[in-house]
């Protein structure tokens, strides 16, 4: 596979590269690929595991991680990233419902589980393992790794992401963001969600170095930010929720970060003012905002956000297909729609993953195929416009109010245009099913009004300019931040029982 052969050509050519580092844990090209050669010796001989059976990764942002990771897939065996962070139940879940044959444990603490091998990397001596032969690495076709992703009756979907699926996706990334080689990438998503992989593998075949920060930095502002000072960071990849969250101080601009060249969006909307701001305290910038299910790879579209995109007051774009994947917009019927009209958006091409592991009847309602690709279904609204892609929300953010069809997220859209709000969320009042109200949780800009209803009755003068009446929420709420998930993304769930509290 071109992606290991490219990492084992610069663990030969600088082996003293760092590849990944967390805090003053890091690990070098050259010791990456050694150590991972021989802990894939260790699982192969001592695990007598069928190939391509899965093997759970447990850990957070450790140099184990990407160790064993590549470990995983030198041997023949795609890995399943889970994070500390995950509930035990959940965890257990996982290894059951994937039928993983061993857990590799990357932690310090003892994890036990029914029923399945756990490997704890912390014991291992691999000086003595003897390294595996490039015979037994993963083909194009096999299963590279898995990802869990929350499925709508409670229980995870592992989606199976192929050496052929990420091989497409790092080559476009590395091939036509102009990222270069060597750079330092951010990496601020935990490996159990797939935005790791935008900064994790390119970083890889590129040369790079991966800067992790892990959860006890993220979740305080003074060590997340004495951090990014010393990170030299030139490709942040991040959701615009985790961006927007450092907005608050000051000081997160060019000065603080002089060698950011590159901004990489993905996993939720790129607000315009989230855009435009970024582009006040980072002028030099390039912004990409970028599109993609999991079931797709990661992203598949990609936009440079320009300074003529940032004086239109409408939403950004998502930019452009990757060169090898086509994007259609279908009816109910699943009939294509012409230019212009709003459906759903059906990817289509090398990126489109295998399916989810042991979920039949899921996978034959979400993937087909489409002009001799495998396509998927993606869930989202969105339009075409002269090939250039618009993203209009989830097809389930769809409500209907007295009688009015609506999108959430358009209404979230007009909240970020007013000069009075930093973020805001909408949150759908159903105490019986049917929805009466809708409730704007709002973290507002500073201002100089003294009692709450004031600030609301000028928001409200605002989006009165923007939206029907029927639009605008009956409720506004107000808080300090909005809560994020752990891979970044606004936690709704969190937020509503904040508002309802």
């Not at 989006?463 to 709420?477: E, N, S, V």
Request: proline share 6%.
């Amino acid at each position: 596979m071109k992606l290991l052969t490219t990492i084992a050509q610069h663990a030969a050519v600088t082996p003293e590269k760092i590849a990944f580092r967390n805090g003053d844990e890091r690990i070098s090209y050259g010791m990456l690929w050694d150590r991972s050669s021989r802990l894939a010796g260790l699982i192969r001989n001592s695990c007598q595991l069928k190939r391509q059976t899965p093997i759970v990764v447990y850990g957070h942002m450790g140099t184990d991680m990407p160790v064993s990771f590549l470990a995983c897939v030198k041997a023949g065996y795609p890995y399943i990233p889970v994070d500390t962070s995950i509930p035990m139940e959940r965890v257990r879940l996982i290894v059951e419902k994937s039928g993983a044959g061993l857990v590799i444990d990357t932690t310090n603490t003892v994890l036990e589980l029914d029923n399945v091998a756990v490997l704890h990397t912390t014991a291992l001596q691999l000086d003595q393992e003897e390294a595996i032969g490039q015979d037994l690495w993963v083909g194009e076709e096999d299963v590279f790794y898995i990802i869990y992703t929350s499925g709508s009756t409670g229980n995870p979907k592992g989606v199976q992401v192929t050496a052929e699926n990420l091989q497409s996706f790092t080559d476009w990334m590395t091939g036509d963001f102009s990222l270069g080689q060597g750079k330092v990438f951010l990496n601020q998503a935990p490996f159990s969600f797939d935005l790791s992989v935008m900064d994790f593998y390119p970083a890889l075949q590129s040369g790079g170095t991966v800067h992790a920060l892990d959860k006890e930095v993220i979740n305080k502002p003074k060590l997340l930010f004495e951090n990014l000072v010393h990170s030299d960071i030139q490709v942040w990849t991040s959701t615009p929720s985790f961006v927007q969250m450092c907005f608050p101080n000051p000081d997160f601009n060019a000065a603080m970060l002089p060698e950011l060249e590159t901004f990489l969006f993905c996993g939720e909307v790129l607000p315009l003012a989230v855009a435009r701001e970024l582009k006040e305290r980072f002028p030099k910038a390039t912004i990409f905002n970028t599109y993609g299910p999991t079931e797709a790879t990661v992203a598949v579209t990609s936009m440079e956000v320009t300074e003529e995109l940032l004086i239109k007051d409408e939403a950004l774009p998502v930019g452009y297909p990757k060169p090898d994947m086509r994007i259609f917009v279908v009816d109910e019927t699943g009939s294509p729609l012409p230019d212009g009209e709003k459906g759903e958006l059906i990817i289509a091409g090398p990126s489109v993953t295998k399916g989810y592991l042991g979920e039949v009847l899921l996978t034959e309602k979400a993937y087909g195929i489409m002009e001799g690709m495998q396509a998927y279904r993606t869930g989202d609204a969105g339009v075409l416009k002269d090939g250039l892609v618009y993203c209009q929300g989830r097809l389930d953010y769809q409500i209907k109010l007295h009688g009015y069809r609506m999108e959430l997220e358009d209404i979230e859209f007009h909240l970020h245009q007013s000069e009075y709000i930093e973020s805001a969320i909408i949150i759908p009042f159903a105490p019986n099913e049917e929805i009466e109200y809708l409730i704007a949780a709002v973290v507002p800009k500073e201002h100089d009004f003294e009692k709450e209803y004031q600030l609301t009755a000028a928001i409200r003068k605002d989006l009165a300019l923007r939206l029907p009446a029927y639009m605008i929420p009956r409720k506004f709420t107000y808080h300090e931040a909005i809560p994020m998930t752990m891979n970044g993304k606004a936690d709704r769930k969190k937020m509503k029982e904040e508002v309802f509290a």
